[in-house]
C-alpha cells in the first residue's frame, strides 16, 4: 500500500534473521499503484496490442500518454499481477481520463522485460497495477539471495530501524527479474 502521509522516503532493510540487518534501498518517491476495473485478454507480443485495453483505477499517481518512441524507449512500463500470482510487463501509449484517478490503457505493448510467458495468463479485475518508474527501486539482492526467507524491515528513513512504525515481512524472492530472456529470430540450416 501507500505510506500517508508519505514521510519523505521508506528505507527497507533486510536480513536472514531477526538481527544484523542492512540497508538494502531507500524508497524516495511513493510509486503510482493501483487495481484494474477490466479484466484483459491474451494479446500479441513484439507488437502493439491495439484489439486490448485495460482500465485502471489509482489509489496514488497518475498516468500520461507518451509517442511510440519514447514507449520503445522504456516511458510508460507497468507491472499487473495476474491470477495465479506472477507479473506481466508491459507498456501503454495511451492513458485516457474516465473517471476520478481512473485511466483506460491502450496500444499495450505486451510481456515486455521477460515476462512474455504472462502473456497467455488471464489478467482479472481487481489485478494489482503498479507503474514502473523512478519510484520503484530493486530490491538489492544478489544471485546468492534468491529463493531464501530473508526478514525485511521497512519504515520512514529519518527514524531509526528500532521504531514502532517500521514493519517486518518474510519474503523470499523468486529473482524472475534476473532470468535471461527468451530466445527470439532463431535460424537453422
Known amino acids: ?9 521508506i528505507a527497507v532493510y533486510a536480513s536472514p534473521q531477526m538481527t544484523g540487518f542492512s540497508l538494502k534501498t531507500i524508497l524516495a518517491a511513493s510509486a503510482t499503484m493501483g487495481r484494474t476495473l477490466s479484466g484483459l485478454n491474451a494479446g500479441a507480443e513484439g507488437r502493439f496490442d491495439w484489439a486490448n485495453s485495460v482500465t485502471v483505477q489509482l489509489s496514488h499517481g497518475t498516468l500520461t500518454s507518451s509517442d511510440d518512441l519514447n514507449v520503445f524507449g522504456g516511458l510508460n512500463a507497468a507491472a499487473i499481477e495476474t491470477t495465479t500470482g506472477s507479473w506481466e510487463v508491459m507498456q501503454f501509449l495511451t492513458a485516457t481520463l474516465v473517471g476520478a ?10 510481456g515486455q522485460a521477460g515476462t512474455s510467458g504472462a502473456i497467455a495468463q488471464t ?9 514502473l518508474d523512478g ?3 530493486a530490491a538489492g539482492i544478489g544471485f546468492d539471495q534468491v ?8 519504515g520512514p528513513s529519518n527514524r531509526g530501524i528500532g521504531d514502532s512504525s517500521y514493519v517486518t515481512q518474510t519474503h523470499a524472492f523468486a529473482g524472475i527479474g534476473l532470468r535471461p530472456y527468451s530466445l527470439v529470430h532463431v535460424r537453422g540450416q
Open 1 to 9: 500500500g501507500v505510506q500517508v502521509p508519505w514521510p519523505g522516503g
Open 101 to 110: 484517478s481512473t485511466y483506460q490503457l491502450s496500444g499495450l505493448l505486451r
Open 123 to 131: 489478467l482479472a479485475p481487481g489485478a494489482r497495477f503498479v507503474l
Open 135 to 137: 519510484a520503484v527501486q
Open 147 to 154: 529463493g531464501l526467507p530473508y526478514n525485511w524491515r521497512y
